[in-house]
C-alpha cells in the first residue's frame, strides 16, 4: 500500500458500527469470498478442528463448503451463520466423489489438486459459466507432476482426477490467465510426498498468491518464496487454525466509489493496512481521481468532495476485480480515463471488458477498447438496461452509477449478486436511501441485518 495512504489516523480506526459519526457512512461489509474459501480449503486438509469467523456466506462459498463437505471434511455452523466449524480429514481426500463446484472459480482451481493428493475417483463439474473459464494450465502442470487428469473440451470442467496420492517435484504453471492455478497448486503441495517447487510463469494477480502463501503459512505449512521467483514448498501435515475472516475488499469498492460520487463519506472497518487483501488499493485509484482517502490500521474512509477527476491511466491488472467498479463512475469525470492491464478480466464470469464497454456504449458512452485496456471517454447519458451477463461485478458495479446518477439504470439479472453479497441491494438502500431497489428485491432494509443472510439471496431470485 501507498506510503501516503498508510498515515496512522485514530478517527477510522474505530472497530465498531455504533460508535460511528451519524454523517459517516458504515456498510456492513460480509466476509471475503477469497479467505473464506482458501480457510476452508486449508481447514478441510488439517488435522483438528479449525473454525472460521464471520465468513462469507454466499453462493461461491456455501458452494465451496459443500463441496469439501463432498470431499470428507465435516463442518457445523452457528444458528446465524456467523462461525463455522470444520473437522479436518488430516490429508488428501478420499473419493469416489462427484463435487459441484457452481460458478466458483475458486473451487474450480483449488479443489483438483487437494484431490489428486488423495485416493479415488474424483469428478468436478460446474455451471456453463465456470465451464467455459479456462483451466488447461492447472491441468497440465497436475499431469506434468504425474497426477492422472482427464479434462473436458479444451481443457475445462467437467474434469476427472483419479488419485493415488502426488509425489510432488517440480513444475512451471502459466499463471497469466490465473492466480487461481498456482493458488491451488501450493496449497496442495505440502500434501505432497516430497513438496513441491513451483514457478508461476507471467503470473498475473500478485496479492492473492500473497494471501494464499499466508494462509497455509496460519495452518502450519512451510513454504519460501526464493530470490529467483520460485515457491518451495516442503512435505508435511496442516494442522487446525482459528481464522477472523475480514470483509471483503473487492466488495468494499462498491460503497468506496459511491462515497467518492456522492460527496458522502464511507468507512470500512476490519480493513486497514493490515490487511491480507490486495483489492484495498483500490482506494488508491479513487484519491487519484480526487477522492480522499485515508487508511488506518483497522479501518478505511473515503470521503468524496462531490466531483470526480479524468484525465489519467491507470493500471489495475493486480485488483482487477475492482476495474468495472471505476469503469462504471468514469462516465461522471471530467476527462478520458484508461484502465490497462486487465488483458485477464476477460476470461472471468464474463468478458469484463466487453461487458463494460457494452453496457456503457447502451448508455451513451464512448469507449475505446484493446485486448488488455479500455479508455472510457465522460458525456451525457441515456437511460439503459444493462446486460449483466450473470456477473455479479457488472451488476454491482453499474449499480453505483446509479445512484450516482438516478434514473440512468436498470438491471436485467440483479439477483447475481448473490455469488458473492446476496444483501448487496438492500445494504446500498439502508446507506443511500435514494438507491433504486432493483424490481422483485425483497426489502429488507428494516431488518436487523441483512448482509449476511443466504436465505435472502434465494428469496431474491
Ligand atoms: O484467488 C482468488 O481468490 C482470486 C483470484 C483472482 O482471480 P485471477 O487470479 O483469475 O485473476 C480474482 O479475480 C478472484 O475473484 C479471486
Ligand atoms: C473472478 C471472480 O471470481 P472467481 O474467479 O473466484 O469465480 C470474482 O469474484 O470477481
Same mark, same amino acid.
Given at each position: 500500500?501507498?506510503?501516503?495512504?498508510? @498515515?496512522?489516523?485514530?478517527?477510522?480506526?474505530?472497530?465498531?458500527?455504533?460508535?460511528?459519526? @451519524?454523517?459517516?457512512?458504515?456498510?456492513?461489509?460480509?466476509?471475503?469470498?477469497?479467505?473464506?474459501?482458501?480457510?476452508?480449503?486449508?481447514?478441510?486438509?488439517?488435522?483438528?478442528?479449525?473454525?472460521?469467523?464471520?465468513?462469507?456466506?454466499?453462493?461461491?462459498?456455501?458452494?465451496?463448503?459443500?463441496?469439501?463437505?463432498?470431499?470428507?471434511?465435516?463442518?457445523?455452523?452457528?444458528?446465524? !451463520?456467523?462461525?463455522?466449524? *470444520?473437522?479436518?480429514?488430516?490429508?488428501?481426500?478420499?473419493?469416489?466423489?462427484?463435487?459441484?463446484?457452481?460458478?466458483?472459480?475458486?473451487?474450480?482451481?483449488?479443489?483438483?489438486?487437494?484431490?489428486?493428493?488423495?485416493?479415488?475417483?474424483?469428478?468436478?463439474?460446474?455451471?456453463?459459466?465456470?465451464?467455459?473459464?479456462?483451466?488447461?494450465?492447472?491441468?497440465?502442470?497436475?499431469? #506434468?507432476?504425474?497426477?492422472?487428469?482427464?479434462?473436458?473440451?479444451?481443457?475445462?470442467?467437467?474434469?476427472? %482426477?483419479?488419485?493415488?496420492?502426488?509425489?510432488?517435484?517440480?513444475?512451471?504453471? !502459466?499463471?497469466?490467465?490465473?492466480?487461481?492455478?498456482?493458488?491451488?497448486?501450493?496449497?496442495?503441495?505440502?500434501?505432497?510426498? #516430497?513438496?513441491?517447487?513451483? #514457478?508461476?510463469?507471467?503470473? *498475473?494477480?500478485?496479492?492473492?498468491?500473497?494471501?494464499?502463501?499466508?494462509?497455509?503459512?496460519?495452518?502450519?505449512?512451510?513454504?519460501?518464496?526464493?530470490? !529467483?521467483?520460485?515457491?518451495?514448498?516442503?512435505?508435511?501435515?496442516?494442522?487446525?487454525?482459528?481464522?477472523?475472516?475480514?470483509?471483503?475488499?473487492?466488495?468494499?469498492?462498491?460503497?468506496?466509489?459511491?462515497?467518492?460520487?456522492?460527496?458522502?463519506?464511507?468507512?470500512?472497518?476490519?480493513?486497514?493496512?493490515?490487511?491480507?487483501?490486495?483489492?484495498?488499493?483500490?482506494?488508491? *485509484?479513487?484519491?487519484?481521481?480526487?477522492?480522499?482517502?485515508?487508511?488506518?490500521?483497522?479501518?478505511?474512509?473515503?470521503?468524496?468532495?462531490?466531483?470526480?477527476?479524468?484525465?489519467?491511466?491507470? !493500471?489495475?491488472?493486480?485488483? @482487477?476485480?475492482?476495474?468495472?467498479?471505476?469503469?462504471?463512475?468514469?462516465?461522471?469525470?471530467?476527462?478520458?480515463?484508461? %484502465?490497462?492491464?486487465?488483458?485477464?478480466?476477460?476470461?472471468?464470469?464474463?468478458? #469484463?471488458?466487453?461487458?463494460?464497454?457494452?453496457?456503457?456504449?447502451?448508455?451513451?458512452?464512448?469507449?475505446?477498447?484493446?485486448?488488455?485496456?479500455?479508455? %472510457?471517454?465522460?458525456?451525457?447519458?441515456?437511460?439503459?438496461?444493462?446486460?449483466?451477463?450473470?456477473?455479479?461485478?457488472?451488476?454491482?458495479?453499474?449499480?453505483?452509477?446509479?445512484? *450516482?446518477?438516478?434514473?440512468?439504470?436498470?438491471?436485467?439479472?440483479?439477483?447475481?449478486?448473490?455469488?458473492?453479497?446476496?444483501?448487496?441491494?438492500?445494504?446500498?438502500?439502508?446507506?443511500? @436511501?435514494?438507491?433504486?431497489?432493483?424490481?422483485?428485491?425483497?426489502?429488507?432494509?428494516?431488518?436487523?441485518?441483512?448482509?449476511?443472510?443466504?436465505?435472502?439471496?434465494?428469496?431474491?431470485?
Amino acid at each position: 500500500m501507498d506510503a501516503k495512504l498508510r @498515515s496512522e489516523r485514530t478517527e477510522a480506526d474505530r472497530p465498531s458500527f455504533d460508535t460511528a459519526r @451519524s454523517s459517516e457512512l458504515v456498510p456492513r461489509i460480509p466476509g471475503s469470498k477469497s479467505l473464506t474459501n482458501r480457510t476452508l480449503l486449508l481447514a478441510a486438509a488439517a488435522t483438528g478442528v479449525s473454525r472460521l469467523l464471520a465468513p462469507l456466506v454466499s453462493d461461491d462459498t456455501i458452494a465451496f463448503r459443500a463441496a469439501v463437505a463432498g470431499m470428507g471434511a465435516r463442518w457445523e455452523s452457528s444458528p446465524l !451463520d456467523e462461525v463455522w466449524d *470444520v473437522t479436518g480429514i488430516g490429508r488428501g481426500p478420499v473419493g469416489p466423489a462427484r463435487v459441484w463446484c457452481a460458478d466458483a472459480g475458486t473451487a474450480g482451481r483449488f479443489l483438483p489438486p487437494f484431490a489428486a493428493t488423495g485416493q479415488g475417483a474424483f469428478l468436478f463439474d460446474g455451471s456453463a459459466q465456470l465451464r467455459a473459464r479456462p483451466q488447461k494450465p492447472l491441468v497440465d502442470a497436475l499431469l #506434468r507432476i504425474g497426477a492422472r487428469a482427464t479434462a473436458g473440451v479444451g481443457g475445462g470442467l467437467p474434469l476427472v %482426477i483419479d488419485a493415488d496420492g502426488l509425489d510432488g517435484g517440480e513444475v512451471t504453471v !502459466d499463471s497469466s490467465m490465473s492466480s487461481q492455478y498456482l493458488s491451488g497448486l501450493l496449497m496442495a503441495a505440502p500434501l505432497m510426498r #516430497r513438496g513441491l517447487t513451483l #514457478r508461476g510463469a507471467r503470473l *498475473v494477480s500478485r496479492p492473492y498468491i500473497d494471501m494464499t502463501l499466508s494462509l497455509m503459512r496460519r495452518f502450519g505449512a512451510r513454504v519460501q518464496e526464493r530470490d !529467483d521467483g520460485d515457491f518451495a514448498v516442503e512435505p508435511g501435515a496442516y494442522a487446525a487454525a482459528d481464522v477472523a475472516i475480514e470483509p471483503d475488499a473487492s466488495t468494499a469498492s462498491y460503497f468506496f466509489a459511491a462515497a467518492a460520487g456522492t460527496g458522502q463519506t464511507v468507512t470500512v472497518p476490519g480493513l486497514g493496512t493490515d490487511s491480507a487483501q490486495g483489492d484495498l488499493r483500490f482506494v488508491e *485509484v479513487l484519491a487519484k481521481a480526487g477522492a480522499r482517502v485515508q487508511v488506518g490500521k483497522t479501518a478505511t474512509t473515503v470521503t468524496g468532495n462531490g466531483t470526480l477527476r479524468g484525465g489519467f491511466t491507470v !493500471d489495475m491488472g493486480e485488483i @482487477s476485480d475492482t476495474f468495472m467498479t471505476l469503469a462504471a463512475i468514469a462516465p461522471l469525470v471530467d476527462a478520458p480515463i484508461t %484502465i490497462r492491464g486487465i488483458g485477464h478480466a476477460r476470461l472471468k464470469e464474463s468478458d #469484463r471488458i466487453a461487458a463494460v464497454a457494452a453496457n456503457l456504449a447502451a448508455i451513451g458512452v464512448q469507449t475505446r477498447e484493446g485486448a488488455d485496456r479500455i479508455t %472510457i471517454h465522460p458525456g451525457p447519458l441515456r437511460p439503459a438496461r444493462v446486460n449483466c451477463r450473470r456477473d455479479h461485478r457488472i451488476a454491482m458495479a453499474f449499480s453505483v452509477l446509479g445512484l *450516482v446518477a438516478p434514473g440512468t439504470i436498470t438491471l436485467d439479472d440483479p439477483a447475481c449478486v448473490a455469488k458473492t453479497f446476496p444483501g448487496f441491494h438492500n445494504e446500498m438502500r439502508r446507506l443511500f @436511501s435514494r438507491y433504486e431497489l432493483p424490481v422483485g428485491t425483497t426489502d429488507m432494509t428494516n431488518t436487523a441485518d441483512v448482509t449476511n443472510t443466504v436465505g435472502m439471496a434465494k428469496e431474491n431470485r
